[in-house]
Structure formats: C-alpha cells, structure tokens
C-alpha cells in the first residue's frame, strides 16, 4: 500500500474527479505506481521515510583516517539509523585479510570503544586499532524516518506518478495553464522539473538524475 501519497493526490493533478472502476488505470494500478515510484524516490535522495534495511553495503575502510576524538568515521549510504540491534539482523563485519569477523562478537560498543553510530546522520565510527592497513566493512542496517512523511515528498511522488500517468492515458483532460491547454509533452517535463527540484533540496540527496527513471 502507498505512504507518501494517494491516488486522489495524483487525480487532482491531473484535474480529474474519479480513476475508472475497470480498464488499464484504476485506483489500485495508480496505488502500485505510487509504491514503485516511492521506491525510486529513495534511491534518489539516499533516505527514506518507510522502514527499510541496506544488506551487506561496503565500505572501504582506511585506519589511516583515525580521529582521536571519534575513531573513523565510515559515511553509510542512509541517515536515520534504527539503533543497532543483532536481534533484528544488524550487522557490522570486518574483512581481516581472510574472511569478514562479526564486530559485534568481537568488540564492543560505545563512543569511547570499538564502534559507534551517529545514528542521525548515519555515520559508523570504528575504532580497530589497525594502523594504516586498509579493511573492508559490510554492514547491515535498519533506516527510515517513516514517522511523518513531509509534505513536498508527498507532492513530489504524485508529481511523478501524473507524468507517467500522462505518457499512458492519452484521455486525461489537459492541464489549463494561462488561459491555454498546455501538451502532454510540456505537461509532463514541468511536472517532473518540480518535482526534482523539490527532491534536490531533501538533505542526503544523491542523484537528481536518478528521477527520470519513474518515468519508464
């Protein structure tokens, strides 16, 4: 089921009342789209407000880096960390050389000991005290800040499910703009512009041109 908009959202960009009971576009096939659409969307701004979990992600690790003050840090690919927690299939393995160790069995953590998260920003801190030699990390972790979707994501997403309505359903009124009906064509690259210009101001953002994708 869609979270960060409905499909009335998308039909009042469109300026229509209600989607057909049957046939190629109805409620539920705009509900799918919204799914997938959200989806893409978090891959776009590297964040998200739905639960979700990043398996084995690498990093590179270079002990070299080390900071007195707070170990080294390893930049994760999502902020809004869930709190560590080996119950639920957290993670944080180590590459020796040989094979990956389990951080967790092996060390402790803790600001002032072998690891740490900055849960917020999502950044690993290690402490392994490993001199110069470089490691690979995999780490598996909870993220999402599904608590309150903001409402320019909530735009954004029925932005782009209206375009891709619009590249399909030719029988969808045109959009009135200036006293002039506005083409499909245009329609659609003004939608899509708003709506990445609304996903490059999310903190985390990764890849504006990831967005054109929802669109195939």
Not at 32 to 57: C, H, L, M, P, Y
């Amino acid at each position: 089921m869609a979270s960060y908009c409905t499909p009335t959202d998308v039909a009042e960009i469109l300026g229509i009342s209600a989607w057909p009971k049957t046939g190629a576009i109805t409620e539920a096939v705009i509900d799918k789209w919204i799914t997938r659409t959200e989806d893409r969307v978090d891959r776009a701004i590297g964040n998200s407000f739905k639960r979700q979990t990043a398996v084995d992600e690498y990093h590179d690790y270079y002990a070299v880096e080390n900071r007195a003050d707070t170990g080294v840090p390893v930049y994760l690919d999502h902020d809004n960390l869930f709190t560590f927690d080996t119950a639920k299939g957290d993670k944080i393995e180590v590459w020796n050389g040989s094979t990956y160790e389990n951080l967790h069995s092996t060390g402790t953590e803790g600001r002032g000991s072998d690891y740490w998260f900055d849960l917020k920003k999502g950044i690993l801190f290690l402490r392994l005290g490993r001199g110069s030699i470089v490691l690979g990390v995999r780490v598996t972790y909870r993220y999402g800040n599904f608590d309150n979707v903001p409402g320019d994501i909530q735009d954004a997403t029925a932005l782009l499910v209206a375009a891709r309505v619009a590249t399909l359903d030719g029988t969808v009124a045109l959009l009135q703009s200036e006293g002039r009906d506005v083409p499909p064509e245009e329609r659609i690259n003004l939608w899509t512009r708003e709506a990445k210009s609304t996903l490059a101001s999310q903190r985390g953002f990764k890849s504006i041109g990831a967005l054109p994708g929802v669109l195939r």
